[in-house]
């Protein structure tokens, strides 16, 4: 079984999938509202910076120092992981279908996977194997991926789509190794200070503020910023000191269920006993990853 420190990182991840899994709710919620897809995109870290540059100077000035390497990773960071993920997720959906880009985002953990072999030499074991063939088949299904007419492929969104699980790759493999020298709290901050910068060029601040009318569009706002944003991400961010990447990026896949689950509450969309099944199968593979495993795809002997 996992070390206390590993089960409190898994903990942590699954309670910031499940953050991530209201994102559908809360885009869903402020289309009613004619808020588009790249604005309540740009929210998510235009909240995010607001909150992270408050708490960090009230409680913890010192994370704003950093160097120069410092700066061009977390650059990278906010551009690639955070508008890689945010803005090509957006664009997939608009361009391909929901299930065909969450099918697409949720590549991700073979990517990150495969990276964390040759980047932190995590083993690569059947157990994660199985994992990922369970948690990859189990999205499938929640998705509804088996249904005619579900999956739309066009070059372009499958491109944005794949964008969106590479985003999500980095921030796992690029987020854990710039936490090998500096904190999470100034990963955070800086990752969303140039993520913000980047999506105000899109939609910059003023547009945002013009765009809140009223009192209900303003509290999904800050919903979608807190619950899905900042504590998720907060969350994700620290559990990378105590879990594997790979364990990581297959943990996260309990998002897609979160999303389709509080549909079904919510919106009293219909489950199908498939979309039950990939329910299962997801659960399954978040069960599997906690147990230690040695049979390792080398061939590691006991």
């Known amino acids: 079984m996992e070390s206390n420190k590993e089960r409190t990182g898994i903990y942590l991840i699954i309670i910031a999938a499940i953050g991530w899994g209201l994102l559908g709710t809360f885009t869903k919620l402020l289309g009613y ?3 588009d897809s790249i604005t309540i995109a740009t929210f998510r870290p235009t909240m995010a910076v ?40 957006s664009y997939a959906v608009e361009l391909t279908s929901p299930a065909t880009a969450v099918i697409l985002l949720y590549t991700a953990p073979i990517l990150i996977t495969f990276l964390s072999y040759f980047f932190f030499q995590e083993p690569l074991t059947l157990k994660k194997i199985f994992a990922l063939i369970l948690t990859a088949l189990g999205c499938f299904l929640v998705v509804r991926g088996y249904k005619p007419g579900i999956l739309q492929l066009n070059v372009k969104g499958i491109l944005w789509g794949l964008l969106s699980a590479l985003g999500f790759a ?13 904190s ?18 899109l939609r910059p601040p003023w547009i945002l503020v013009k765009s809140i009318t009223s009192i209900k569009p303003s509290l999904l706002i800050l919903g979608l910023g807190v619950l899905c944003t900042i504590i998720p991400n907060g969350l994700y961010a620290k559990a990378l000191n105590y879990v594997e990447a790979s364990k990581a990026g297959i943990l ?21 006993g498939l979309q039950w099944l990939g329910i299962g199968l997801v659960v399954l593979s978040l069960i599997l990853v906690q147990y230690k495993n040695t049979n390792k795809i080398e061939g590691n002997t006991e």
């Open 50 to 89: 607001i909150f992270y540059i408050i708490v960090t100077a009230i409680k913890n000035p010192s994370d704003f120092k950093t160097d120069l390497r410092g700066i061009v990773l977390f650059f990278i960071y906010g551009m690639l992981a955070y508008n890689g993920l945010f803005v090509g997720f």
């Open 170 to 182: 980095f921030q796992c493999v690029l987020g854990k190794k710039i936490l090998e020298n500096y």
């Open 252 to 272: 996260s896949n309990i998002e897609p269920v979160t999303g389709v689950f509080l549909a079904f509450v919510l919106f009293k969309e219909k489950m199908e």
């Open 33 to 35: 509202y004619s808020y």
């Open 184 to 201: 999470h709290r100034t990963l955070l901050v800086y990752g969303f200070i140039f993520s913000a910068l980047f999506l105000w060029i």
